[in-house]
């Protein structure tokens, strides 16, 4: 049997790297659907780890939206507010306690250090 082994090796960000790791987890493997910004919320949570949900929110909504009036904030942060509930209902975000969330231990989404990600995948032809 022959395979053909393709290897790429690239320097990416630690953001790319959370952000591949949870298309890899979530996408590929969940067969979940995900929007941009889910992912990058999602992408977001992980970096910063468990936050206050109201902390996380006005944080999340001053990184997406970076040309924003202070007066938009509330309602960006209402926003960002509304797709954290839905991803908390699908799974994808849990609650530590009542005001804080987190980004689900079950998912294994390495975030500090130095990282290699070493994913091997194998696809056979069938005869």
């Known amino acids: ?8 090796k690239l320097r990416i960000s630690i953001e ?18 995900l929007i ?6 999602l992408t977001l949570l992980v970096q910063w ?3 206050e949900l109201v902390v996380f929110c006005n ?20 926003n960002i507010r509304n797709r954290v509930v839905k991803l908390e209902k699908r799974g994808l975000i849990e609650r530590v306690n009542k005001k804080q969330i987190q980004f689900p231990s079950v998912f294994n989404i390495v975030s500090k250090g130095n990282i290699l990600l070493d994913y091997n995948f194998l696809s056979l032809e069938s005869n």
């Open 59 to 78: 944080k999340a909504a001053k990184n997406i939206y970076i040309d924003m009036l202070p007066e938009e904030i509330s309602v960006r942060s209402q």
């Open 36 to 41: 941009a910004s889910d992912l990058k919320l």
């Open 16 to 33: 790319d790297s959370i952000q591949y790791q949870l298309i890899t987890e979530i996408i590929f493997l969940k067969k979940e659907n």
């Open 1 to 8: 049997m022959e395979v053909n082994k393709i290897n790429k």
């Open 49 to 51: 780890g468990p936050l």
